[in-house]
Structures are given as C-alpha cells and as structure tokens.
C-alpha cells in the first residue's frame, strides 16, 4: 500500500466514450501527476499540480483533460481518445515538486484500452 | 532531451547475484532514482543517489559515477520475488524525472 488510491484498476471505452480516472493521496502532499506507462517505453509525463494549481502540461493533447479540486484528489477527464492511447495511466504524489531526495509514491494505475 | 538506457530483459537463478545497469545523458543532475514495479502493481521506490558511490540497503545496493552517467542496481541473494521490472530514473535540471523502460528480471528456481 503506498498511499495513492487510484480508480478504476481496468477500463474499456470506445473512441467516443467519456471517463474518468481519480486518484486519491492519503499522504498529505502537495505535488499529483499524472504519468502514462506503454509497454517497452519509458514513463511519460503528462501532468504536474501543485498546490492544486497546474504547473506542467507536456504537450498532452486535449482529449485528456485533468482536474485538481483539493490537493488530495486528481482527475483525468477522457474523450474522444484514439487506440494509441491505450496503456496503463499512473497517478503520483510528493511532498513538494521534487527537489533534492523527494521521491514519488504511485498509485497501481488504471489499465486503459481504447477500442 | 533527457536520454536514459537501460536493458530490456535479464535472467538469473534464485540465489545468484544480477546487475542492472543505467546511463543517462541529461540536462543536468540532480539525483538518481531506482523503482521496483511488479507486474499490475505500483512502482515503488528502492534507492536515491546524489553522490558518487555505492549506497547498500540490505540485499539492494545502487552505485552512481556523475563523470561516466552511469549508475547500476546490484540486487543479492536473489529470491523468486525479486522478478519484477526495476525503473531508472534521473531528474535533471528542471526537477523533473525522466524515466528508462525499465528492465524486466525473471528470477529462475
């Protein structure tokens, strides 16, 4: 058990559907992120709050559209994605943004398929 | 761009000894990260380092050389439930991680 809750474990949606995927943090930080793992490729970077306030968005496109209500909660709004956008979806949180040891605590992810 | 290798697959008997290497070529350094992700579950974390050397936890140990952009997990007395995918990770200069693929070890009776 790390701390980051995130639902659902699986999803299956076609390419017109809309989701949501939330992620809960039980550790009182202040940074979530949003990370998208595909399989033999390194973790991508997708989102970053601070303080509930966005402090990075890497060039996602806008079929994924995230949101932070409280610095305990994070979403990721889908629609309209496409079948490349199948993988599994890691929510992460830490302390601060990141400096020095501060080390990210993920959740177990959301395995997404697009058909 | 942030570029870090590592290998894709490693074998090794239960018991053994298996070393995970890692190099990196990043815009600027500001730590070495190492997780451990078993298949379906959430990465977790393993080892930091900052400096130079070899730092030992228990079974674990991971070394870092800042001059070579090389790091490797050195993982001990193998044990069936070490089979998982071990993540390197580097944050560069914006504080950021950036992330390897990762290295699948499958651990054999």
């Known amino acids: 058990e790390t701390g980051v809750t995130q639902t659902p474990r699986h999803l299956v949606m076609g390419m017109t559907n809309k989701k949501s995927l939330k992620c809960e943090q039980h550790l009182g930080h202040n940074a979530m992120y949003w990370y998208k793992q595909s399989a033999k490729k390194p973790l991508e970077l997708m989102f970053v709050?601070?303080?509930?306030?966005?402090?990075e968005n890497n060039s996602v496109p806008s079929r994924f559209s995230p949101e932070c209500p409280n610095s305990s909660h994070l979403f990721l709004h889908l629609h309209t994605l496409q079948p490349e956008d199948s993988a599994l979806y890691l929510c992460?949180?830490?302390?601060?943004?990141?400096?020095?040891?501060?080390?990210?605590?993920f959740g177990s992810g959301t395995q997404l398929s697009v058909l | 761009g942030q570029n870090i290798d590592q290998p894709t697959e490693m074998t090794a008997t239960e018991g053994a000894i298996v070393q995970i290497n890692c190099t990196y070529q990043?815009?600027?350094?500001?730590?070495l990260f190492w997780y451990q992700q078993h298949a379906g579950e959430a990465p977790t974390f393993l080892s930091y380092n900052v400096l130079d050397g070899l730092e030992e936890k228990g079974r674990f140990s991971s070394f870092l050389s800042r001059s070579k952009g090389y790091s490797y997990l050195l993982l001990k007395e193998l044990q069936m439930k070490d089979s998982a995918s071990y993540l390197c990770?580097?944050?560069?200069?914006?504080?950021?991680?950036?992330f390897g693929a990762g290295t699948t070890v499958t651990v054999r009776a």
């Open positions: 992460a949180s830490s302390q601060g943004r990141g400096t020095g040891d501060e080390k990210l605590f």
């Open positions: 990770a580097v944050r560069g200069d914006d504080y950021k991680l950036s």
């Open positions: 990043t815009s600027g350094f500001n730590g």
């Open positions: 709050y601070s303080l509930e306030e966005r402090v």
